[in-house]
T-cell receptor, first 111, second 116 residues
């Protein structure tokens, strides 16, 4: 089972920041938080990951709370092409080898 | 382009057929994964291979048979499938997860399988 919970769906106006929350209250000290997105019927696309410090790349920013029990993915200027299902993942398995996907958040960017 | 290539992209097969899905990566990764995604459902992890050894089998029916001849190639052999096996089958690869948890996985574009 996935170790994360996310809202089922969210809307965001084009050009505005999209803030996608994720809860991972059972995360262990050495486990990373990963974010992927899946645009209709394509393979999931890696976005970003982090451990405890905030991270930023050309796609997004990741804000992790100090207690590491939750995080937020920020798309600073959402476009229509950002409409997708966004998955927050904490790896599971005896060696932390498995990327287990939950239902994710369906983000709709509206014109 | 993620560096993970799956073939074919689309496959239609009868319930008595035998077919194989292929996945190839040239990223230098040594862990490979098969996922199944049925319509409007999350991805389901099927198999995990690490250094060519199967490390995970999530109670997948025996009509699905994986093969990992080397760290760059992964196959999923299919035989006597059912219509409910119709789905998007996705392959992914990553660095050795036992060596470092700080390694992302990259996914192929998937094979859309229809069983008739």
């Amino acid at each position: 089972d996935a170790k994360t919970t996310q809202p089922t769906s969210m809307d965001c106006a084009e050009g505005r920041a999209a803030n996608l929350p994720c809860n991972h209250s059972t995360i262990s000290g050495n486990e990373y938080v990963y974010w992927y997105r899946q645009i209709h019927s394509q393979g999931p696309q890696y976005i970003i990951h982090g451990l405890k410090n905030n991270e930023t790349n050309e796609m997004a920013s990741l804000i992790i709370t100090e207690d590491r029990k939750s995080s937020t993915l920020i798309l600073p200027h959402a476009t229509l092409r950002d409409t997708a299902v966004y998955y927050c993942i904490v790896r599971v398995g005896n060696y932390g080898q498995n990327f287990v996907f939950g239902p994710g958040t369906r983000l709709s960017v509206l014109p | 382009e993620t560096g993970v290539t799956q073939t074919p992209r689309h496959l239609v097969m009868g319930m008595t057929n035998k077919k194989s899905l292929k996945c190839e990566q040239h990223l230098g990764h040594n862990a490979m994964y098969w996922y199944k995604q049925s319509a409007k459902k999350p991805l389901e992890l099927m198999f995990v291979y690490n250094f060519k050894e199967q490390t995970e089998n999530n109670s997948v029916p025996s009509r699905f048979s994986p093969e990992c001849p080397n760290s760059s190639h992964l196959f999923l052999h299919l035989h006597t499938l059912q219509p409910e096996d119709s789905a998007l089958y996705l392959c992914a690869s990553s660095q050795d997860p036992q060596g470092a948890l700080n390694t992302e996985a990259f996914f192929g574009q998937g094979t859309r399988l229809t069983v008739v």
